[in-house]
């Protein structure tokens, strides 16, 4: 059982940054590969950025690369997703996700646990 809690998420001018954070219970957050997803109001929730269990391999959706980095330090059982030049279509709830499976998660965007989410509001 692994247990996500989401934070960092808040209001933001556009052209900003945050930086998101997930915190994870357990002694088996290593053994997972982490992500982000988001669901932007009124449509369905779209993965974001993966990352392996040993920060070897990342992915990132094609509407953030080059401006999102996801990161995770496995000594403090915590992923991170630090967000730049935001946009206002990147106004979402934003969720923080665990896999066993990498390629599970970045190629089906499936997950075996879901943080409980952070807004992020980003204005024009």
């Known amino acids: 059982q692994v247990q996500l809690v989401d934070s960092g998420g808040g209001l933001v001018q556009a052209g900003g940054s945050l930086r998101l954070s997930c915190a994870a219970s357990?002694?088996?957050?290593?053994?997972?590969?982490m992500g982000w997803f988001r669901q932007p109001p009124g449509k369905e929730r779209e993965f974001v950025a993966g990352?392996?269990?040993?920060?070897?391999?990342?992915a990132y959706a094609d509407s953030v690369k080059g401006r999102y980095t996801i990161s995770r330090d496995n000594a403090k059982n915590t992923v991170y997703l630090q967000m730049n030049l935001l946009k206002p279509e990147d106004t979402a709830v934003y969720y923080c996700?665990?896999?066993?499976?990498?390629?599970?998660?970045?190629?089906?965007?499936?997950?075996?646990?879901w943080g409980q989410g952070t807004q992020v509001t980003v204005s024009s």
């Open positions: 357990g002694r088996t957050f290593s053994s997972y590969a």
């Open positions: 990352i392996s269990q040993r920060s070897l391999s990342t």
């Open positions: 996700a665990a896999a066993l499976s990498y390629t599970t998660l970045v190629a089906s965007k499936v997950a075996d646990y």
